[in-house]
């Protein structure tokens, strides 16, 4: 999961017993979570800031082949001619944007 505060208690909401979450990204609030439910659900927490192109790769492939769930990452796409309105819609709607893509075909 990355930086946004609204998604980490999502995640917690949606993972299975025994599962390995791993934050990536920089938290810039506070994030206040019921430390228990990772005990209770035998969760394991993993946080880096890095990752290589290995792993890159491997989670581009996993997304394509549909073993990751993204139903919903993206809250809008603008085209590279549209930067300005995408930074806007990015920085207003962290409430319920996960991602923003900017699109240069």
Do not use: W
């Not at 073993?67 to 709607?93: C, L, N």
């Amino acid at each position: 999961c990355v930086g946004s505060i609204h998604v980490f208690p999502q995640i917690l909401d949606m993972v299975a017993k025994t599962t390995t979450i791993v934050l990536l990204g920089n938290y810039t609030q506070m994030l206040s979570i019921d430390l228990s439910r990772i005990q209770r659900n035998e969760l394991n927490l993993l946080g880096s800031i890095t990752y290589t192109r290995q792993d890159f790769q491997e989670a581009v492939d996993l997304m394509a082949e549909g073993k990751v769930y993204t139903k919903g990452f993206v809250g809008a796409r603008y085209p590279v001619d549209h930067a300005a309105e995408m930074m806007e819609y990015a920085v207003t709607h962290t409430d319920i944007t996960m991602k923003t893509v900017m699109e240069f075909e």
